[in-house]
């Protein structure tokens, strides 16, 4: 069974960073398409970022796109999800996915339980 977990969620106020990290359980990760979803209360679970197998080719939501950068450590087996300029409206909790590049949720077949992050103003 593949377990990913997220870490690295918290309170920030706006204009500051944070760097979320998802690993997995054995190599899960490694050779696999990993993808950050967000999701605010009351709104649907959003595509924010995702990385190919080799790290080689990145995708962004529009919002986010230039604030925030996805990158992976295969060695570690780890994807990173560093947020600059961080803004009220980035608050939600993030979920990291296994599978896909694309925004639709579906695609992804294992999920983390989520962090939160809080951007205050």
């Known amino acids: 069974q593949v377990v990913l977990v997220e870490s690295g969620g918290g309170a920030v106020q706006a204009g500051g960073s944070l760097r979320l990290s998802c690993t997995a359980s054995?190599?899960?990760?490694?050779?696999?398409?990993v993808g950050w979803f967000r999701q605010a209360p009351g709104n649907e679970r959003d595509f924010v970022a995702s990385?190919?197998?080799?790290?080689?080719?990145?995708y962004y939501a529009d919002s986010v796109k230039g604030r925030f950068t996805i990158s992976r450590d295969n060695a570690k087996s780890t994807v990173y999800l560093q947020m600059n300029s961080l803004k009220p409206e980035d608050t939600a909790v993030y979920y990291c996915?296994?599978?896909?590049?694309?925004?639709?949720?579906?695609?992804?077949?294992?999920w983390g339980q989520g962090t939160q992050v809080t951007v205050s103003s």
């Open positions: 996915a296994r599978g896909g590049v694309v925004p639709n949720a579906k695609a992804y077949d294992y």
């Open positions: 054995g190599r899960a990760l490694s050779g696999n398409p």
């Open positions: 990385i190919n197998w080799s790290g080689g080719a990145t």
